[in-house]
T-cell receptor, first 111, second 114 residues
Framework: NAGVTQTPKFQVLKTGQSMTLQCAQD?????MYWYRQDPGMGLRLIYY???????DKGEVPNGYNVSRLNKREFSLRLESAAPSQTSVYFC??????????FGSGTRLTVV | GNSVTQMEGPVTLSEEAFLTINCTYT??????LFWYVQYPGEGLQLLLK?????DKGSNKGFEATYRKETTSFHLEKGSVQVSDSAVYFC?????????????FGQGTELSVKP
């Protein structure tokens, strides 16, 4: 089925460990986004990529890096995980005309 | 900057009750407005949208009207069902001022009891 695929679905890290969250879309969308969801705070934008080869910071970029590997893939990396990064992470892609599609999320716990 | 404010939850209703979830926004340009729904353990799904003033978005019995004069986009449904239990997010996107990024409200949890 067409859509946005995120891996892994669940992950537990120890403080200081690193990991990469993967996201891929098969809808030929230009723009891709990484959000985090925390209770009572809605979704907050971490990084986005308006097109292949470009990335920009969102509202809460500290502690994260991203790579737009190609038009399909947009990964989010935590270099040194902290408990404050415990959250649910969502990847999304959009067309020019507001066709937003979200992945099913990655639930990350940092202990 | 642009922002979205939703009524706080949780909202608990009996089946067949009328639902209103308030949403107001602040924007410098001419945003598009959205309601997303998140069922337990799932990602967000677009419920409805409106792209200009006085537009009404509708889907699955839910409606919301883009009111520029009151900067509001309240979500309504005439008769809720248990299956409507979810978290609802109001969001805006200002294509010309912030590159189309979605800005979300904090979400409103709805629980519908039989």
């Amino acid at each position: 089925n067409a859509g946005v695929t995120q891996t892994p679905k669940f992950q537990v890290l120890k403080t200081g460990q690193s990991m990469t969250l993967q996201c891929a879309q098969d809808m030929n969308h230009n723009s891709m986004y990484w959000y985090r969801q925390d209770p009572g705070m809605g979704l907050r934008l971490i990084y986005y990529s308006a097109s292949e080869g470009t990335t920009d910071k969102g509202e809460v970029p500290n502690g994260y890096n991203v790579s737009r590997l190609n038009k399909r893939e947009f990964s989010l990396r935590l270099e040194s995980a902290a408990p404050s990064q415990t959250s649910v992470y969502f990847c999304a892609s959009i067309t020019e005309y507001y066709g937003y599609t979200f992945g099913s999320g990655t639930r990350l716990t940092v202990v | 900057g642009n922002s979205v404010t939703q009524m706080e939850g949780p909202v608990t209703l009996s089946e067949e009750a009328f639902l209103t979830i308030n949403c107001t926004y602040t924007a410098t340009g001419y945003p598009s407005l959205f309601w997303y729904v998140q069922y337990p353990g799932e990602g967000l799904q677009l419920l409805l949208k409106a792209t200009k003033a006085d537009d009404k978005g509708s889907n699955k019995g839910f409606e919301a009207t883009y009111r520029k004069e009151t900067t509001s986009f309240h979500l309504e449904k005439g008769s809720v069902q248990v299956s409507d239990s979810a978290v609802y997010f109001c969001a805006l996107s200002d294509r010309y001022n912030q590159g189309g990024k979605l800005i979300f409200g904090q979400g409103t949890e709805l629980s519908v009891k039989p």
